[in-house]
Every structure is written in structure tokens, then in C-alpha cells.
């Protein structure tokens, strides 16, 4: 080649079809957006309750499943567990004053972490 010439690249754009985001599609079934919607108030429930949580300790609270039952709480430990043990009667009484309501509280240690 000489000086001043350069070779231009094709630029390609992938032929796939306008997908849509994943929380649209799920909320475009009733399964998918029933589990949708558990999962944003598990997460509500757990942003409500972390204020009322030792500071140290909410690092090893994760969210986990919201049922007709009501809502688990993951420890990371079984000293984390017996503490939200202790706590259920005030979280309850946190996620009400919200207004989230769960009939109870479920705490199990996450294994596998």
C-alpha cells in the first residue's frame, strides 16, 4: 500500500429480532409476572427491614422467597439465623408500619455459599 491510502472495515450489524427486555416479557405472562412480583416485594421487604438490622449483621441477610405462607429470610450463618430469630416480632411490625404484609417470617441459613 502506499502512504495515504488505508483500508476501510465493514461494519455488521447482527440480524436478530427487537427482544425484549426481560422483565417485559415476564410481565407478558401471568406465571412470569406473579414470580416478578414476589420477587420486587421480597426485595421491598428486605430495603424495609435493613434499617432495623444490626449494622454489622446485614451484610449476611439476603432475600429469598415470598409465598402464600409468607417470607424467607437467607442467613449466612446459624448465628445470623438465631438473631432473626430474636428480631421476627419487630420485622414483622417494620413490614407492616410500610405496608407490606406477610402473614410470617421463615429464617434459613443459606448453604452453599
Do not use: F
Request: proline share 7%; glycine share 6%; with cysteine.
Amino acid at each position: 500500500m502506499s502512504a495515504g491510502r488505508y483500508t476501510r472495515t465493514a461494519t455488521y450489524k447482527p440480524m436478530t429480532p427487537d427482544v425484549p427486555q426481560v422483565t417485559q416479557a415476564m410481565g407478558r405472562s401471568n406465571q412470569l409476572g406473579s414470580l416478578l412480583k414476589r420477587l420486587k416485594l421480597s426485595q421491598d421487604c428486605l430495603e424495609a427491614i435493613k434499617p432495623s438490622l444490626p449494622p454489622a449483621m446485614a451484610a449476611y441477610v439476603k432475600a429469598g422467597p415470598v409465598d402464600d405462607e409468607g417470607w424467607t429470610l437467607l442467613a449466612a450463618n446459624s448465628a445470623v439465623s438465631a438473631k432473626l430469630r430474636q428480631l421476627q416480632p419487630r420485622l414483622i411490625e417494620v413490614l407492616a408500619k410500610k405496608g407490606l404484609k406477610v402473614n410470617a417470617i421463615r429464617v434459613r441459613v443459606q448453604t452453599g455459599r
